[in-house]
Nanobody
């Protein structure tokens, strides 16, 4: 899957929505899993959601019902649709991909939820 380039993110008010995108330089069809993590300064990176090549998805309890992870293999792109955003969702978000070539990470994108 090679290099991962993220886009999206930014500043949004509580209750708003954002969509993050993560474009891979190679095919993602053969990846075992792709996912999104987030990190707040001074804290460990935490898993937000992941999706496997078999179609399994899983979410952190804190985002269930609000976030949706999806992938478009034809576009080599992973998405994270974030709705009903809360101030506690503020963090740097990272996409990641796991395949036979190992693990790759995106560059990170800031999401800030504030009035």
């Amino acid at each position: 899957q090679g290099h991962l380039v993220q886009s999206g993110g930014g500043l949004v008010q509580p209750g708003g929505s954002l969509r993050l995108s993560c474009v891979a330089s190679g095919s993602i069809a053969s990846t075992y899993a792709m996912g999104w993590y987030r990190q707040v300064p001074g804290e460990e990176r935490e898993l937000v959601a992941y999706t496997t090549s078999g179609g399994t998805t899983n979410y952190a309890d804190s985002v269930k019902g609000r976030f949706t992870i999806s992938r478009d293999n034809a576009k080599n792109t992973l998405y994270l649709q974030m709705n009903s955003l809360k101030p506690e969702d503020t963090a740097v978000y990272y996409c990641t991909s796991t395949s036979t070539n190992g693990v790759s990470w995106g560059q990170g994108t800031q999401v800030t939820v504030s009035l």
